[in-house]
Structure formats: C-alpha cells, structure tokens
C-alpha cells in the first residue's frame, strides 16, 4: 500500500514538472514578445495586437479601428517605430519590464502557473481637445469604428486614445448653417493634443454658403432696377438690411429735382458676373459677415418731358458688396455696396465665375404713376 502511495506521487509530481515544462516552452520569452510586436505592426494584424497591446488608460477603447490608426501611423512614421524599437532592445538589455518614457513599453502583465510572467505592451494614450470654437456653436466628432461614440471626459475634451493615425467626422453647428467635414489627425506622444475649429474656413469652402451669397447678390441687382423705377427709394431692396434700407440715397435727393422734367424711366437688369474668388466669409461680435463683387450690366432709357424718342443711359458697373447674415430671416442681407467702373480685360483675368440669369422684367417710372412691371424686352 506504501509503495502505491508513493509511486502514485512521483506519477503526480511528474505530470505537474512536466506540464510546467509544457507552459513554460508555450509561454513567450520577452524577445519572442518583441517579435510578435513587429509582426503584427508591419502585417497590420489587429487581432494579433489586441491580444498583446494594453492602453494605460482602461477608458480607452481597444478595436480594429484604434489599432488600425496606431498600427497606420507607425507604418508611416519610421521614426517613431525606430524609437520604439530602440526602446524595447534597450528594456531586454537591462531586463526591465516597466512603464518607460516611450510610446510603448514591454511590461509584465500577470503570471502563469504562478510562475511565468506573461508580457503586454503598454500604450500610452492620448487625449483630443477642441479648440476655437466660436460662441453659439455646437461641436461634435464621431467615427465610425466607434459604435459606442467616441470617449469624452469633458465638453470640447475626447478621449483617450490609443495612439495614431485617425479620421474623424467633425460636425460644427452655427447660425449660418451645420458644416460637417473628415478631418485626419495625428494623435501621437504624451498627454494631449488639439484639434482646431475654424469655421470661417469652413464656411469659405461651403457650396451652399457660396450659393446662398450669389443669390443674395442677384436678388439685389435685380432690385435695383425697382429702385431706379421707385424714385430711388431705398426701401424697394427686398434683401437689404433695415439700417440700408432707412439710410437716405443722394440718387433721391438729386430725382427730386429733376422728376417734372421727366416722363418716363426704364431699367432692365440684364445679368451680370460673379467673381467668386471675391467671396470672403467672415465672423465677428457674434456676427457672419461676407463680401462679393461683381460685374453687371443694365439696359436704362429715359425719356424727358415732351420728347418723343428715349436717350439711352444703358451701363455696366463693377460692384462691391458688403453682406451680414441674419440668423432671424434665415439669410444674407446687402448691408452696403460700392460701384466703380470697369473694363472688359478686368472680368476677363477673374479665374473662377459665375454668370447670372440675364432674362429679367423691364421696371417703368412715368410721371403720371402708371407703371409696367412685368414686361420683357
């Protein structure tokens, strides 16, 4: 019975050294860590670096869209890889498995059996701070590898981050309208970094906002052949701003003492062209303010009292106009405009254009008060 006893216990201490035998052969050597880690980077092997990657921060999500961005980066940073490398051979040299200062840091992460150390690579990671932001708006970044929305701690403050190359959706919320474009960000080093707004530039480069300014253009030069016809009262402008339109017209002052000598006026806008390099969008004192320029042509006729054919006062112009948008009426309004005669050659050396509808009615003053609005010649 004794001797059963014992040979049962050699058996069990056999089987015990040799399955220790066994994890310590399957369990990775630090310099086998190090090469898993080089493989699965340049291979872009994300299920290979969830498994051997821990962030030092638990609130950083782990998934193929953050391993993707940290393993693209080092792809296309070979400094940064280096640096890294340089810093891992330097921990097997010195037998250190504990946070150091570099990006990444092989560390021991628990045992096996008790006995064998387990090793992870510890990230740092990275905080995403937005910075200027215009008072009123409304900021949000999201990505689509991110079911769970992306990690905030605070307003205007993501994160963290494991390290790397992302893309973000960026949403910037104004008065003027909801801008939404992808913005590639370098997240990379210690800390935190910054993403910054600048949603004049963003409304520069708006299509709608450029649309939008034409048409607040053209709806103004269409006026003006009502203001011409109206004895030049600033009130006709449909689209200019109340203090425009309550301002006095020198024109005005000047019809006044000239109207008895007059029958009839006639004016057509005939179109025009839009310089849009001109356009330059702006914000300040909480207000979106735009300029434009612009070439038109307009056919005038007047006709003086007893005459019995029209002179032609027909003219082309170069406008500049002053815009400021009104969050209340939901649209660009003239707030001045400057006219200057031009030449062709200028128009002509304008790069990026636009032309404007030239099929517009003929306007009509006669002294009597009778008036045609709806004709077209």
Do not use: C
């Amino acid at each position: 019975m004794k001797k059963w006893i014992l040979t049962s216990a050699a058996i069990v201490l056999l089987l015990i050294v040799g399955a220790s035998i066994v994890i310590q052969q399957n369990t990775q050597s630090p310099e086998e860590a190090v090469k898993e880690f080089d493989k699965a980077v340049s291979t872009k092997d994300t299920d290979l670096l969830s498994e051997l990657i821990v962030p030092d921060n638990e609130k950083a999500q782990v998934n193929k869209t953050s391993l993707q961005a940290f393993a693209n980066y080092l792809q296309s940073n070979s400094s940064s890889l280096e640096a890294i490398e340089d810093s891992l051979d330097d921990q097997l040299k010195e037998k250190n498995f504990t946070e150091t200062n570099s990006q990444v840091s092989l560390v021991e992460d628990g045992k096996e059996l008790l006995f064998f150390p387990k090793y992870k690579f510890e990230v740092k990671t990275m905080e995403l701070a937005i910075t200027g932001e215009q008072e009123g708006e409304k900021v949000t970044l999201s990505s689509n590898g991110f079911k769970k929305g992306l990690p905030k701690e605070k307003d205007s403050l993501y994160g963290p981050f494991l390290p790397g190359e992302y893309t973000f959706k960026l949403s910037v919320k104004t008065d003027l309208a909801t801008f939404i474009e992808d913005r590639k960000k370098e997240l990379w080093g210690t800390g935190k970094t910054s993403l910054l707004i600048d949603s004049e530039k963003m409304a520069q480069s708006d299509e709608k906002v450029k649309k939008d300014l034409v048409s607040a253009v053209e709806l103004f030069n269409k006026d003006f052949s009502r203001y011409e016809t109206s004895e030049f009262q600033l009130s006709t402008f449909s689209n200019a701003t109340q203090e425009l339109k309550s301002g006095e017209s020198n024109y005005g002052e000047g019809f006044e003492e000239i109207k008895d000598a007059l029958d009839e006026i006639q004016s057509q806008y005939e179109g025009g062209v839009v310089n849009l390099d001109s356009l330059v969008v702006s914000y300040f004192d909480g207000k979106w303010k735009a300029n434009a320029s612009a070439a038109v042509s307009y056919m005038n006729k007047v006709k003086v009292s007893g005459g019995k054919e029209f002179e032609d006062l027909s003219y082309g112009a170069l406008r500049d106009y002053q815009l400021v948008y009104s969050s209340e009426k939901k649209q660009w309004l003239i707030d001045g405009m400057d006219e200057y005669d031009y030449d062709d050659d200028e128009v002509e050396n304008w790069e990026y254009t636009q032309e404007t509808n030239p099929h517009n009615p003929v306007f009509k003053w006669t002294r009597d008060g009778k008036k045609d609005e709806g004709s077209y010649y």
